[in-house]
């Protein structure tokens, strides 16, 4: 039971008769509607009961819940994260509804990131599918599972353009590009939050990390960045533009610096960008105590002065650290910072809760997880979105698909791991859940013809004592499957790596594996594009699976004895080695492009080489200009052909589109589907523009010999750019224009912009 707290009592008979409606005001959801509410219960609140709403804290650290209670009791909290359980939900919330002034409820956060029980690939990877209505699902099932558990807010989608696979973090993003970044953020957004946020299984998005986070010098996480103006309006905030386009509920900002100042206190990012232009209405969270990180900075004296940064800047909600609870009194005494931002933050923290209906339904039903936790459905849907994220990296000789029945020797580390398997940031997964690499082999193959041998015992292991049940192993097989990579611990928040090749014994298990003249299949399951320049050679065929998640066993299975054709592209670069980074499609042409005509091998160069007798363009002299992997490739078991690209027109004017076609032909033996991706070239801009940019992709599939005409509807809107005071520009001028299986390949034409 609701209490009949003042607030409530004047909602339900009060404002009804006061706008003019009969209706029971608490179920009428229209935004106009919550406005109103919004505003009476603000004109309500003390100072104390609003510098509350804008606090949150993690029992945990607050000391337990019942010096939870207390605050909340009081009125003095908005917000707790990483409480856990239906019921403990249940009984806080039923502390803020009853016993404090206003019955104001609590948002509960929870970092539910690429799953809740479920766990689904590692964010990297679901951008790999290219699959967006797999994606939205995958969300949508993580809302309803987390929700059962009393969660109405998940921090996620993160949607921090990475290109460097030495950040840790580069698991939970969608890679390189704006466009991918955009589409996760999209799916995401609209998966948790459904149609409408009030159904009790949907959960409020939190885009973050606003912004650039993911430009950490040398991948070193929580790092400076240095962002121009250029690439931050056109490579890292489109993502959140389309965040809040598809109703995102609120933000994060991150930890990092931009430019000399944090991300945390940069009121023209937040309150200029993101709340007035992008329109914004929801509320914006701090990281974990990124106010008050502004003093490591250098940014803040004290906390005192990160409160007043922070506030000035536009976060509303201040997560973990206390300067707002501690000192907004003080500073406002000081007319330091304005009643007014408190009272936006305010409003904004309540018109979510509004929108949730918490107000309305605050307590969660304590029996839901019973039939969403575990849910066969779920498995499946894990499955599907495992199966469509990994990349098929080489296929030499076609040795897969393996035939059933294939004697296969399975080994590495990764192979039979099920905490490992689930990747970074999964508090709620559960490894008992897990389906391995080996069980699902065992299943699908027969025991009898898979014969396991780890060889090491965790991907850092450098013992190669286990080497020899491997060649026993291998002695029995005709195939050989290695699963290598690393744990989930190698990857996710503060796990850079300085180096991407891979660790422990791992290469000289490959090795071993490759001399016995049998063919090698590797599986990787990463957090990140792992260095196989010095490995990739051993492997006739590379599966590269990220860290796939519950179902990564059944999933692989499928993939390796063909059950299922492979799908995945890649949404990132993948580097010969780590000196190579930062590499990505988009980059600029330079003044001296690089070409394989003037670039000489380190090896091939004379011993007493002359100076200037070699090419003076863009590249290294030991890994050239071409990455290992180019973004958008993947292959399949069985071939594409594009041809016959094709252009509606050779001009189009601002405000018009042109239509872009080729044909792909399957010219293999089975069924697949390729992902078909549409990609300009502007050729001179007032600002320098990249060499490629993807604009769109479509999913084609075609039975084998079949013919599909794929056709792209171009508009002059895709064709314009962020000028550095953030203004958009649609310049006339000759573009590019490809049809493409990858960033690096594809069939091109020609048009002018009138
Ligand atoms: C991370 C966020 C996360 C938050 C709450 C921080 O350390 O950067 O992404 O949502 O913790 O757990």
């Not at 390796?560 to 000196?579: A, D, H, Y």
């Amino acid at each position: 039971m609701i209490k009949l707290t003042k607030y409530f009592l004047m909602v339900v008979l009060v404002l009804p008769v006061f706008f003019g409606c009969t209706g029971n005001a608490s179920t009428v959801k229209s935004d106009d509607d919550v406005e109103k509410r919004v505003e009476s219960l603000l004109s309500e609140m003390t100072l104390d009961e609003k510098i509350g709403q804008m606090s949150q804290v993690d029992p945990g650290v607050f000391g337990g819940l019942e010096n939870l209670k207390k605050v909340v009791r009081n009125g003095q909290l908005g917000s707790v994260l990483n409480l856990i359980g239906a019921k403990e939900v249940n009984e806080l919330q039923r502390v803020a509804i009853e016993e404090s002034r206003l019955g104001i409820p609590l948002i509960i956060g929870r970092d539910v990131i690429h799953g809740y029980r479920t766990i689904f690939p590692i964010p990297l990877g679901m951008a790999a599918s290219w699959n967006e209505d797999l994606v939205r699902e995958s969300a949508a099932i993580a809302a309803k599972e987390a929700a059962s558990m009393g969660i109405n807010w998940t921090f996620a989608p993160m949607i921090d353009v990475s290109r460097d696979p030495r950040w840790g973090r580069i698991a939970e993003s969608a890679g390189e590009d704006p466009l991918l970044n955009s589409m996760v953020a999209r799916a995401m957004v609209q998966g948790y939050q459904g149609d409408d946020l009030s159904d009790p299984l949907t959960i409020a998005a939190c885009a973050k990390h606003f912004v650039g986070y993911g430009a950490a010098e040398g991948g070193r996480d929580y790092n400076t960045t240095v962002i121009s103006d250029l690439q931050l309006h056109n490579v890292y905030l489109p993502p959140f533009k389309e965040a809040v386009k598809a109703g995102a509920a609120t933000v994060m900002t991150a930890f990092n610096e931009i430019n000399g100042i944090p991300a945390s206190g940069h009121k023209h990012n937040i309150r200029d960008i993101l709340k007035n232009e992008y329109g914004f209405d929801g509320f914006v969270v701090s990281d974990w105590a990124s106010i008050q990180e502004m003093i490591s900075h250098g940014f803040a004296r004290d906390l005192k002065h990160a409160g007043e940064l922070g506030l000035a800047a536009g976060i509303d909600m201040e997560m973990a650290s206390r300067s707002y609870n501690d000192y907004l009194k003080e500073l406002l005494d000081e007319g330091k910072v304005d009643m007014e931002w408190v009272d936006d933050a305010v409003a904004r923290i309540l018109r979510i809760k509004f929108r949730l209906g918490l107000f309305d339904n605050p307590y969660v039903d304590e029996s839901l997880a019973d039939s969403l936790l575990v849910n066969v459905e779920h498995l499946k849907v894990a499955r599907k979105l495992a199966e469509e994220s990994v990349v098929l990296l080489k296929n030499e000789n076609q040795v897969l698909p393996l035939k059933k029945g294939t004697k296969v020797a399975l080994i590495g580390p990764m192979a039979n791991q099920p905490y490992e398997q689930l990747g970074t940031w999964i508090f709620d997964g559960d490894e008992n859940d897990s389906q391995t690499v080996l069980e699902a082999f065992n299943a699908f193959n027969g025991d009898n013809n898979v014969f396991f041998a780890e060889g090491l015992e965790y991907s850092r292991d450098k013992s190669t004592k286990g080497f020899a049940e491997v060649e026993r192993a291998i002695a029995q097989s005709e195939v050989v499957v290695a699963v290598v990579g690393e744990e989930a611990i190698l990857s996710g928040e503060a796990k850079s790596l300085a180096e991407l090749d891979f660790v422990g014994a791992q290469g000289e298990l490959l090795k071993l594996a490759a001399s016995k003249g049998k063919p090698v299949v590797m599986i990787v399951m990463s957090g990140r594009p792992a260095g196989l320049f010095k490995t990739q050679h051993l492997a006739k065929s590379i599966l590269y699976a990220w860290h796939p998640g519950t179902m990564a066993g059944p999933a692989l299975a499928n993939l390796v004895f063909g059950e299922t054709v492979p799908v995945g592209k890649l949404p990132v670069t993948f580097p010969k080695g780590e000196g190579q980074v930062p590499i990505y499609y988009a980059h600029k042409m330079t003044g001296r492009p690089a070409d394989a005509s003037t670039w000489t091998h380190i090896d091939e160069i004379p011993v007493q080489a002359v100076q200037h007798s070699l090419g003076n363009t863009s590249h290294t002299l030991d890994y050239g200009f071409t990455p290992l992997y180019p973004f958008g490739y993947g292959l399949s078991y069985t071939s594409f052909e594009y041809s016959d690209i094709n252009i509606s027109a050779k001009s189009l004017s601002i405000g018009e589109s042109l239509k872009v076609s080729a044909t792909i032909t399957n010219t293999g033996d089975v069924e697949g589907a390729e992902t078909v991706q549409l990609y300009t070239r502007d050729l001179v801009g007032s600002y320098t523009r990249p060499v490629r940019e993807l604009k769109d992709y479509q999913r084609v599939t075609l039975s084998p010999g079949e013919s599909k005409e794929v056709v792209f509807e171009l508009n002059s809107d895709q064709l314009g750019f962020y000028f550095p005071d953030g203004e958009f520009v649609v310049e006339p001028g000759d573009f590019h224009v490809w049809i493409a299986p990858n960033a690096a390949e594809g069939l091109r034409a020609e048009f002018e912009l009138q």
